[in-house]
């Protein structure tokens, strides 16, 4: 944390230990860190995760039923322009009037299952936001139970600022697990089958491109995961340092102003700051 250094240097040492894989390579104890990726350990923390989830069953139950049911009417709706196209516009079975009656008939139920989708969807998200902030309060219970508990010399190097940051910006962050952990898998997974069911009834041929495409795809998407993830561990761990600091800082404001060190923690705080940023 010396001011004499620059966030360009700090982040050209981010680079060289991105490349050579050393972001992870300690804990915050000084031992060895977790490796989510040895065997077993993604197991355990699923099995953790579920355990957090477990009382609130009912609820996640009730917000992929219907997250579900929106899937499905938003899959639906180009059917309603197939038939519109195909059915009544270029049938020549039909007269004037008859095409009139089936496109109003049409349009009709069309608009009733957008204002449902759009109803259904609304009310999912409402219940899943209640969901996640009863999920958000039992994190932050146990989180601030484990902090009780901790030993004085492990408290003493998170700072203040760093278990502020924790019980706050690790525990948002840790509920949005929710909707991209749980619900939006599951909910891609059955609308890409539900796709691919209307393709193979309307055109083989397009559905089979597509059934080629998307091999590569979930390849390029695991890909970019596992680079992505060990920066977003490597920030959130500069964002802890930074707000430890900050609560440090202010704790003994009167000490800091004492000595005269208004610009020196300016010079701290931004450097940080713009390290992160880069």
């Not at 700090?10 to 031992?31: I, M, N």
């Not at 496109?103 to 899943?128: E, M, P």
Request: glycine share 6%; charged share 25%.
């Amino acid at each position: 944390m010396s001011p004499a250094r620059s966030s360009k240097q700090r982040y050209q040492e981010f680079v060289q230990d991105y490349k050579h894989r050393r972001l992870d390579a300690t804990s915050e104890d000084g031992g060895p860190p977790p490796a989510p990726g040895q065997p077993g350990a993604r197991r355990a923390y699923l099995r953790e995760y579920l355990r957090w989830l477990k009382p609130h069953r009912k609820e996640l139950a009730g917000v992929f039923l219907v997250a579900l049911v929106v899937a499905g009417l938003q899959m639906i709706e180009p059917l309603f322009i197939r038939h519109i196209v195909d059915r009544v516009i270029l049938n020549r079975d039909l007269d004037l009037q008859a095409r009139l009656t089936r496109l109003n008939l049409t349009g009709l139920v069309f608009l009733a299952v957008i204002i449902l989708s759009h109803v259904g969807g609304g009310f999912k998200d409402y219940r899943q936001r209640i969901l996640n902030v009863r999920v958000m309060l039992a994190l932050r219970r146990a989180l601030y139970e484990r902090l009780l508990h901790l030993p004085l010399p492990r408290l003493w190097d998170m700072k203040t600022g760093g278990i502020l940051s924790r019980l706050t910006g690790d525990v948002e962050t840790t509920t949005g697990l929710l909707q991209m952990a749980v619900i939006s898998p599951a909910i891609s997974v059955i609308r890409l089958i539900i796709a691919i069911g209307i393709l193979l009834a309307l055109n083989w041929q397009l559905a089979v491109t597509a059934l080629a495409i998307i091999p590569g795809v979930m390849v390029l998407s695991l890909i970019f995961t596992r680079r992505i993830r060990p920066i977003y561990r490597s920030v959130r761990k500069d964002v802890e340092v930074v707000d430890g600091r900050v609560g440090e800082t202010f704790s003994g404001i009167r000490v800091v102003r004492a000595f005269r060190q208004e610009i020196q923690e300016l010079l701290r705080f931004m450097v940080c700051r713009h390290t992160v940023l880069r």
